[in-house]
């Protein structure tokens, strides 16, 4: 129905700096939220990010300053741009989006996850 694909995640060296890229397709109305999530070894998902359809955005006390969340609606794609990275910022990234389908009802969908490594 609904589809997220992730992309750019990788192994980097810390300080170093990664984009991720996070394209919806399938029967989409409307996007609302979309954000990023992260899931460590042993720890719980996470919100990292969000973003709304108007643009306001919203950050984990642990990334702000260092993570900037944007999106493309024309292109129905939300980007995370990491600089700064340091280790703890391992994890899988996740996207998630709040997706107004055609006929009208709304669901939360994730993406796939793509693996970020930081290495000290």
């Known amino acids: 129905q609904v589809q997220l694909v992730e992309s750019g995640g990788g192994l980097v060296q810390a300080g170093g700096s990664l984009r991720l890229s996070c394209v919806a397709s399938?029967?989409?109305?409307?996007?609302?939220?979309m954000g990023w999530y992260r899931q460590a070894p042993g720890k719980q998902r996470e919100l990292v990010a969000a973003?709304?359809?108007?643009?306001?955005?919203n950050y984990a006390d642990s990334v702000k300053g260092r993570f900037t969340i944007s999106r493309d609606n024309t292109k129905k794609t939300v980007y995370l741009q990491m600089n700064s990275l340091k280790p703890e910022d391992t994890a899988v990234y996740y996207c998630?989006?709040?997706?107004?389908?055609?006929?009208?009802?709304?669901?939360?969908?994730w993406g796939q996850g793509t693996q970020v490594t930081v290495s000290s």
């Open positions: 399938g029967s989409i109305f409307s996007i609302n939220v």
């Open positions: 973003i709304t359809a108007g643009g306001s955005t």
């Open positions: 998630k989006a709040d997706v107004t389908v055609v006929a009208r009802s709304t669901y939360n969908f």
